[in-house]
């Protein structure tokens, strides 16, 4: 016996009882951290139609019985991933579709294209436009602005480095000829457009946009806005005007949106429906996230021709021993071989910064 116990010790009383004591609840939660994620078996997909400060409107059951419009926010495990307008998502949490509510986008699908640009040719940094368009229709005014031809060559290098195709419309034609202009494209498959004040060719520009994803891209002033006016009534984009100092015009779309188009809206249309997408007016687009590759292999006749060139040929003017060269010389391509070649090479030059925007 020792001076610490006593005679009514129980051996099998323990020695500490901590029973009562409070145990702080960590910060982060009481839940062990795992990397599992849940599978939302239950979530519905849809299709990002409008983005605006983190909310995204969501169109779910296209054309189906139940068609809705969502309003989302992103899900914290996608706060790395961009969501953008086009991006096919999964939802979960409240998907009424009801005024008031939100749900969240925990997925995104995967993209068949994805039309970006830089803020420079030096600029890694991507700025991408929208996802899952299939056609991009250029629109560019014969005069005021004054038409710009390295700015067109931009739009077609991430038009076909994205794998889009396309489309051309020159607007304002009632006040100057856009032949000149156009001789500078006679080499490419390229659909052109004349619209004039007094003029919309609508009915042709909605037979192209009927089944197809069709993205609008211009510099600011040259009428844009008011095509889509025109095409899709209900859209009521802001229309803007020229500075005539500057000769510069005003941006009148601050965010790319999606508007359904429906040709029965037009007079003598055929009937369809598609997607017109409307972006904001930009004055300069960068190239630095191009693959050169893509370009060529938008040329198909040149790009076979291609394979005859030495290693590391850059297929410009004053590449030596180019057998594309060579080849539409020797006139393999007929006569619109040296149009095409000229096309292709000013499109490369544009890439590699041989020409000023």
């Known amino acids: 016996m020792t001076w610490w116990s006593t005679d009514d010790d129980e051996d099998d009383e323990p020695e500490f009882d901590e029973s009562d004591v409070r145990v702080r609840p960590s910060r982060r939660g009481s839940r062990p951290r795992t990397k599992q994620r849940p ?9 990002v139609i409008g983005v605006d400060r983190g909310r995204y409107s969501v169109l779910v059951d296209e054309n189906g019985p139940d068609e809705r419009t969502i309003t989302a926010a992103r899900a914290s495990e996608l706060r790395r991933k961009s969501v953008v307008t ?3 998502v ?3 949490g409240d998907t009424s579709g009801e005024p008031g509510t939100l749900s969240r986008i925990v997925r995104v699908g995967e993209r068949t ?10 600029d890694e940094v991507e700025r991408v436009i929208v996802a899952n368009a299939d056609q991009m229709l ?5 005069a005021n602005p004054e038409p710009r031809i390295r700015l067109l060559d931009r739009y077609l290098v991430a038009a076909f480095d994205a794998g889009i195709r396309p489309l051309l419309v020159i607007t304002k034609t009632d006040l100057a000829d856009p032949a000149e202009f156009l001789r500078n494209f006679a080499g490419l498959d390229l659909t052109v457009f004349l619209s004039g004040e007094d003029q919309m060719p609508l009915d042709e520009i909605a037979r192209v946009l009927v089944g197809h994803r069709t993205v609008f891209v211009g510099h600011s002033g040259v009428g844009k806005s008011t095509l889509v006016n025109a095409l899709v009534p209900s859209a009521k984009r802001a229309t803007g005007h020229v500075n005539v100092v500057t000769g510069r015009g005003r941006h009148t779309s601050s965010s790319t949106v999606w508007l359904r188009f429906d040709a029965a809206d037009l007079p003598g249309a055929e009937p369809g429906t598609g997607w017109v997408i409307d972006t904001p007016g930009v004055r300069s687009f960068g190239l630095g996230h191009v693959d050169r590759a893509n370009i060529l292999r938008a040329f198909t006749d040149l790009d076979r021709l291609a394979e005859r060139c030495p290693r590391g040929c850059t297929h410009l003017p004053d590449a030596p021993d ?17 149009a095409r070649l000229e096309s292709l090479q000013r499109l490369l030059t544009t890439f590699a910064g041989g020409a000023a925007v």
């Open 39 to 47: 599978e939302h078996a239950d979530a519905v997909t849809g299709m």
């Open 86 to 88: 086009g991006d096919h």
């Open 90 to 92: 999964d939802l979960v």
């Open 113 to 122: 294209t994805l039309l970006r640009r830089s803020a420079d040719d030096t």
């Open 138 to 142: 250029i629109v560019v005014a014969a």
């Open 322 to 338: 180019c057998a594309m060269a060579e080849a539409v010389a020797a006139g393999e391509l007929g006569e619109t071989g040296p």
